[in-house]
């Protein structure tokens, strides 16, 4: 059982390109979840999903866009890409709202935009 | 002042020592609380949910104050395996959005 699949696992970037992160989970989980993970601070969420073809801003949003269109896939997009978008991306999954706070995540993605 | 609060530590104990972490909200209507687990460049992964009552598995115990809205975990006879860093995670209510996770405390467990 795969979980939660995250690519790319690494990515380097220039500053103003694009790229989009994959996440993919086979639990059949309506909520997904993109959050960001910097040194000395928590985990912090930049997008989420309820349902397939719903998204919805989270804490820090600007400088990313995300797609569900499918309900086991969650995409984030970096438009346009700055060095502080550096960070350790990760996707997460839960069932519903009653279990929101019990995530499965993703192994991360390490991007690093010079 | 952060929703969620925790000691980042480090902290270094022995192995078999007693070891305790405490985590502090800001938001008292805040309806779930958890502990997770995240080893060195991996992802965290749930280790155990806080109740009301509190709740122990193995040699883990959890506490929820929500009078002085702090959680605790506490580790008995540390093994060097438990050396990781420490999340406290808080669900401020309806929707995983609520989720709010502190910056984490690490542990190092030495022989």
């Known amino acids: 059982n795969a979980g939660v699949t995250q690519t790319p696992k690494f990515r380097v970037l220039k500053t103003g390109q694009s790229m989009t992160l994959l996440c993919a989970q086979d639990m059949n989980h309506e909520y997904m979840y993109w959050y960001r993970q910097d040194p000395g601070m928590g985990l912090r969420l930049i997008h989420y999903s309820v349902g397939e073809g719903t998204t919805a801003k989270g804490e820090v949003p600007d400088g990313y866009n995300v797609s569900r269109l499918k309900k086991q896939n969650f995409l984030l997009g970096l438009e346009s890409a700055a060095p502080s978008q550096t960070s350790v991306y990760f996707c997460?999954?839960?069932?519903?709202?009653?279990?929101?706070?019990?995530?499965?995540f993703g192994e991360g993605s390490r991007l690093t935009v010079l | 002042r952060k929703e969620v609060e925790q000691d980042p530590g480090p902290f270094n104990v022995p192995e078999g020592a007693t070891v305790a972490f405490n985590c502090t909200y800001s938001?008292?209507?805040?309806?779930?609380f958890f502990w997770y687990r995240q080893d060195c460049r991996k992802e965290p992964k749930l280790l155990m949910s806080?109740?009301?009552s509190g709740n122990e598995d193995g040699r883990f115990t959890a506490q929820l104050n929500r009078a002085s809205q702090y959680i605790s975990l506490l580790i008995r006879d540390s093994k060097l395996s438990d050396s990781a860093t420490y999340l406290c995670?808080?669900?401020?209510?309806?929707?995983?959005?609520?989720?709010?996770f502190g910056a984490g405390t690490r542990l190092f467990v030495k022989a």
């Open positions: 938001n008292s209507a805040s309806q779930s």
């Open positions: 806080v109740y009301s």
């Open positions: 997460a999954s839960s069932s519903g709202p009653d279990s929101a706070g019990e995530l499965f």
């Open positions: 995670v808080v669900n401020g209510g309806t929707g995983g959005f609520k989720t709010i």
